[in-house]
């Protein structure tokens, strides 16, 4: 209904059309599973139209894609290259230059894939992406499907150099697949120990004492000013209790804060990895955590 809601000429194509869609699946019960199977969910579906000389070029760009993310977060992962299963729609000849588009998209990219027969959509073949978690086990949530059956059952049209009506070929894709299960592949890949840049926390400020709330709230309102994720802990409670308990949600760095440290204008720094740094100013540890924030 989109890509119909106005015409369009072979000079626009590709178009890219891309949504946050949530779905539903009526799961059957007992196979529901923290986030990793749910009956309502979020996909980062996306929808390619395209002529068909330009599959190749198409393909490869959302291979690069979802190989950047997947690096990004840190997963390793392999890739199948499902084909034609025995309930589909379409000719013979349609299915081959599918998958002839996504075999050659591949062999390009110089990625490895295993083949997987008879597994393709029932309107066009797909490569899927595998990750692999921190204890072995893999998830498929990349895929990229090629369809060239879609466009024509709803009659989709672009006008060609020729000034003839002719019809799109689509790709359907999805990088993190359900969000809601990404994060929960994530939360168990790091056992929620995350990368600085992922963090929900980042940094969070201890206070010794009541009075040194003010100067904490002047580095927390600059941090957050910069853009990081910072909060102030300013419960009545031991300096090594509210550590702990920043070390058990894992945090990424914590600032400590006293006497000598307003004094100074300083900050006391300890880490999550490396334990105590040491004191030093702000603009010292801001220069640090910018050099930690790879993936920003």
């Not at 009526?26 to 009956?39: A, P, Q």
């Not at 025995?86 to 062999?107: M, V």
């Not at 002047?218 to 070390?247: F, V, W």
């Not at 006391?268 to 790879?294: C, N, P």
Request: aromatic share 10%; hydrophobic share 35%.
């Amino acid at each position: 209904m989109v890509y119909k809601s106005t015409p369009h000429s072979y000079k626009e194509l590709p178009i890219r059309i891309g949504e946050l869609g949530l779905v539903h699946r009526n799961e059957k019960s007992g196979t529901l599973h923290g986030l990793m199977r749910v009956r309502c969910f979020t996909q980062d579906d996306a929808h390619i139209f395209m002529m068909e000389e330009q599959i190749s070029k198409e393909i490869k760009g959302v291979i690069r894609l979802i190989d950047e993310v997947y690096r990004k977060f840190g997963f390793q992962y392999h890739v199948e290259l499902s084909t034609r299963p025995e309930n589909s729609i379409g000719s013979d000849e349609d299915w081959n230059t599918a998958i002839y588009g996504l075999r050659q998209a591949l062999d390009e990219s110089k990625m490895d894939y295993v083949i997987n027969e008879g597994d393709g959509a029932f309107y066009g073949p797909k490569i899927d992406f595998h990750l692999e978690d921190s204890i072995g086990r893999t998830w498929q949530c990349g895929t990229i499907q090629l369809d060239f059956q879609l466009p024509m059952r709803f009659q989709a049209e672009y006008n060609g150099s020729d000034g003839e009506k002719h019809r799109p070929i689509m790709i359907h894709r999805v990088v993190f697949g359900s969000i809601e299960r990404f994060i929960g592949i994530l939360i168990e890949h790091y056992a929620g120990k995350f990368s600085f840049w992922l963090a929900p926390v980042q940094i969070k400020i201890l206070p010794l004492l009541d009075k040194f709330t003010d100067y904490a709230e002047s580095i927390m309102k600059t941090l957050r000013q910069m853009g990081y994720r910072c909060e102030l802990d300013k419960r009545d409670e031991k300096i090594g209790y509210k550590i702990r308990e920043a070390q058990l949600d894992k945090v990424s760095y914590m600032i400590i804060l006293g006497q000598k440290e307003m004094d100074n204008e300083t900050l006391s720094i300890r880490a999550l990895e490396q334990g105590d740094l040491g004191e030093m100013k702000l603009d010292a540890f801001i220069h640090m955590i910018q050099d930690d924030t790879v993936g920003k």
